[in-house]
């Protein structure tokens, strides 16, 4: 359990990064929403890290053990890597800013994958996987609050990349901790399917990435398309359709090419009963809070005119200790309610929760009253003027973040318990590869949706998109039960 918190928090660490800490850097830098919404998609390597998680599988690093070490290897490269991305500026090298960001995903959504296996394959009794799923949100959440929120905080008292040079300096402490003390994970040797073919397999799939992206382009230029239209639906048409064709590409060619570990591991996954209906469940369940949260920040400082240190006081820094608390709640509950009531009843809340946001937008700053936080110095951390806290952003934070944790929890149960441990790299990045296509795709539709309908209508949008994914939980009930079941029942157990 020490584990997987420490490996919780350097899997937590990145992620705002490149999402709301590097949204609160375009936004004071001048960048406008839609742009911002657009590149949401730097996070697209986490949807797609399935693709090369079977050579993590497959491969051992020498010496430092198979998870261990490529753990540690991401975090070196994520070290240099946000260094780097320290000394761009957004607004004055965007093509350059952005790349940075992808590889900091890339190489975020490579530590995912093993961590996730590493987690996995320590609980290898399932009724530890509640707790399990708890401390690591614990840990990954704790991380966030330095990320996201202390990070603001920072960014009022310093600049943007400061705060990423002193991001970089933690992640380069994590490697170092992690290579010391992380113990290894023993059993489950690497898959010894044919290397030259795994890595012949792998650089086809990424040259069927690319021929699917050129095909897709060029299609569209031909059907009279321009990629150069500044109408920003004519952008999300070349995006959606430059990743709808690529992948299967990318499939295709990972196939002709005999990459077997991929083939292998996901044929053992759709070989299982109601695999496919197991991923749309996986992509609705989160996606009424993918379009809430995806321009959270955004909203909170341009929309509603809140200040960064407002924003990271509230939504990030107690909201996520809100959050921690919810993940807290929902690991216990989970030992009493077991994975398809928590995934039923904490869907429900989420649902719910995202009102809160429509009745912020609604209603506006101020509408309940706030209260004053004096100024403080902790020494990691500090304000030097007194801030407002209001009232009912903090109703509203308090309200998504706690539902939010709850259903985290149950939503990381559900992945591991759809894990096989032969595959447990591959099938987890795979599952949550199609947990994150909501966070990632809707934010170029959110910067456009916020544009065109207004705050309040996008965020009734987000609650009615969030139906379907609790009506899909009742709908697999069954399917769900029997994965907490024991692997045999008897007439008693019945």
Known sequence: MAAILLLGFASGLPLALTGQAMQAWLTVDGVDIVTIGFLGLVGLPYTFKFLWAPLMDRFEPPGLGRRRGWVALAQLALAGTLFFMAGISPSAQPGLFAAAAVLVAFLSASQDVVVDAYRTDLLADKSEHGLGASVHVFGYRLAMIVSGGIALIWADQWDWPTVYRTMAAIMLGLAVVTTLAAPRVTGNAPLMTNAGNDLRGFIAMLLGVLAGYWIARLALQALGFDVADKNRWIQLLFVVTEIAVALPMAWWAAKKARFETLNASLTSYFAQSGAGAFLLLIILYKL????????????????????????????KLIGLWLTILGGILGGLLMLRLKLYRALLLFGVLQLLSNLGFYVLASLGRGAWGSVMVQPFDWGF??????????????????GENITGGMGTVAFVGLLMGLCNSRFTATHYALLSAFAAVGRIYVSPLSGVLSVSLGWPVFFLFSILIAVPGVVMVWWMRAAIRALTAPATAGPADD
Do not use: C, H, R, Y
């Open 381 to 398: 951390m500090a304000l030097t003027e007194p801030a407002a806290l209001d009232w009912l952003l903090m109703t509203v934070i308090a």
């Open 288 to 315: 009424g809070d993918a379009f809430a949260g995806s321009l959270t920040t955004p909203f909170l400082i341009k929309g509603m005119g809140f200040t960064q240190a407002e924003v990271g006081i509230a939504n």
